[in-house]
């Protein structure tokens, strides 16, 4: 059974493909949105920018963008399902690059407080 969506040749019966997880009986209409690449990079971005708030001793600078870097940074892990496979590698490591990034800098927010 063919994948609607990818492709992938699956076995017939599968109910999700085993390369996408998209469901094998739904027919897939790509969506037209903003492309799923720039919330990895915004999490980056945050993130970076809470480190340098927390060097600069901004602290509530650096906790509030430690934050939103970090919600961002966890959507982006799970767009990561849903792009086409080109982007995965890429966007997961700039998603973690960012959490990363968010997590210190929130952390060391805080400790300015």
């Not at 109910?15 to 720039?38: A, G, N």
């Not at 966890?74 to 690059?97: C, E, H, K, P, W």
């Amino acid at each position: 059974m063919r994948c609607p969506k990818c492709g992938f040749n699956n076995p017939d019966g599968t109910l999700f493909c085993e390369e996408c997880d998209w469901r094998t009986d739904q027919p897939y209409k790509r969506e037209v949105s903003v492309s799923r690449i720039y919330f990895p990079i915004l999490a980056m971005v945050l993130g970076i920018i809470a480190v340098v708030m927390w060097y600069l001793d901004i602290a509530y600078g650096a906790i509030v963008c430690g934050a939103i870097g970090m919600v961002f940074g966890g959507y982006s892990t799970t767009f990561v399902r849903i792009t086409d496979q080109s982007n995965r590698t890429m966007m997961l490591v700039l998603a973690m690059i960012g959490i990363l990034a968010s997590v210190v800098g929130f952390m060391m927010g805080i400790t300015l407080l």
